[in-house]
């Protein structure tokens, strides 16, 4: 089955950028999603990105996918302190399922 | 607003009993997702439904169960065969496959 990691934290100052890496291990994935998690609640979809793409914008967040390497990151321009969350990336299965998530990135900005 | 509604947000069991978490989507979503989150690890999956009266066993089933009587409700029961309960319990739903899900706000299970 699909496997998907990605790292489990990162810290950035409010202001810079902050990348968020994703690898995949089923190149049959046809929508590669990205969701965001604040403390205490459900899964909030971010962005998306359609695997016949190599990037996409999306006001501060840029996605970009490599297909040939299976590998996927999320850029937010300009971190404010309302982006501290944990990153979750979901890549469709096989038959459309997006049943597998990474582990996800917890990203903690500073002040 | 259109949205999935879990309840109740905190639950508290005592050891042997069977307990029943609700979820309901007025989305018009065909299929709805049961997924387990502990600290520090992503999401896995318990149970899915994509369509009425027909669901199946994720990764990990064992110890749950579910109903698919109408579109809208997709309630979990874990029971007392369910060895390690204490977790976050999200419900998700979608337009079907390659769709993005709508998530629950999650109901937070503790046993005691």
């Known amino acids: 089955g699909e496997d998907v990691e990605q790292s489990l934290f990162l810290s950035v100052r409010e202001g810079d950028s902050s990348v968020i890496n994703c690898t995949y291990t089923?190149?049959?994935?046809?929508?590669l999603y990205w969701y965001k998690q604040e403390p205490g609640a459900g899964l909030q979809l971010l962005t998306y990105?359609?695997?016949?793409?190599d990037m996409k914008q999306d006001q501060r967040l840029t996605v970009l996918l490599n297909k040939k390497d299976k590998h996927l990151s999320l850029r937010i321009a300009d971190t404010q302190t309302g982006d501290s969350a944990i990153y979750f990336c979901?890549?469709?299965?096989?038959?459309?399922?997006?049943?597998?998530f990474g582990p996800g990135t917890r990203l903690s900005v500073l002040p | 607003d259109g949205g999935i509604t879990q309840s109740p947000k905190y639950l508290f069991r005592k050891e042997g009993q069977n307990v029943t978490l609700s979820c309901e989507q007025n989305?018009?979503?065909?299929?709805m997702y049961w997924y387990r989150q502990d600290p520090g690890q992503g999401l896995r999956l318990i149970y899915y439904?994509?369509?009425?009266?027909?669901?199946q066993k994720g990764d990990i089933a064992e110890g749950y169960s579910v109903s698919r009587e109408k579109k809208e409700s997709f309630p979990l029961t874990v029971t007392s065969a369910q060895k390690n309960p204490t977790a976050f319990y999200l419900c998700?739903?979608?337009?079907?496959?390659?769709?993005?899900?709508?998530f629950g706000s999650g109901t937070r299970l503790t046993v005691v």
């Open positions: 989305l018009n979503h065909d299929a």
């Open positions: 998700a739903s979608n337009q079907g496959s390659w769709y993005g899900y709508t």
């Open positions: 089923d190149s049959s994935s046809t929508y």
């Open positions: 990105i359609f695997s016949n793409m």
């Open positions: 439904s994509q369509i009425v009266n027909d669901f």
């Open positions: 979901a890549p469709t299965g096989n038959y459309g399922q997006n049943f597998v």
